[in-house]
């Protein structure tokens, strides 16, 4: 089962896609980060066709060229590394850092908006940045990798 759905929260797209859903647990791709989603309740699975229009973001275009081939390089050096990861769900305001760059523990490498208020991420540990795995705009749960410094 695969399909693919395009929405708009609040002024910023969302490329979604359900890969497979068990029972009440879906695995879904929200604009390339995995996820798995509890539904209350499951449902039934109906095979439908779905046309998916791609929308290219004028403004993230540029941007996201380059942090869009980073994910397959942090997938293979996981545990290359530390994780600086999401303290709460929120949205990516701002992206302050890029792979190559030399940060001193505390520095903000991410700005998170979650519940109306900015939130600087900081590095938990000096080091060079080894992976940047989100982009501004973009949506990640509590928990989620953002960047890995070694």
Do not use: W
Request: aromatic content about 2%; overall charge negative.
């Amino acid at each position: 089962m695969e399909n693919k759905y395009q929405y708009k929260v609040k002024g910023v797209d969302y490329d979604v896609e359900i890969e497979e859903i068990e029972g009440n647990v879906a695995r879904v791709t929200v604009n390339g980060i995995p996820f798995e989603v509890e539904m209350k309740e499951p449902i039934k699975a109906q095979p439908q066709a779905h046309k998916v229009q791609r929308v290219d973001r004028p403004a993230a275009a540029p941007a996201a060229a380059a942090p869009a081939a980073a994910p397959s390089k942090p997938a293979q050096a996981a545990g290359a590394g530390r994780k600086v990861v999401a303290p709460l769900p929120g949205t990516i305001s701002e992206v302050k850092v890029k792979v190559g760059d030399v940060v001193k523990e505390g520095e903000t490498v991410i700005v998170l908006e979650a519940m109306k208020m900015q939130n600087n991420i900081g590095a938990e540990c000096s080091g060079t940045i080894t992976s940047v795995l989100v982009n501004q705009g973009e949506t990640v749960m509590e928990g989620a990798t953002l960047v890995t410094i070694e």
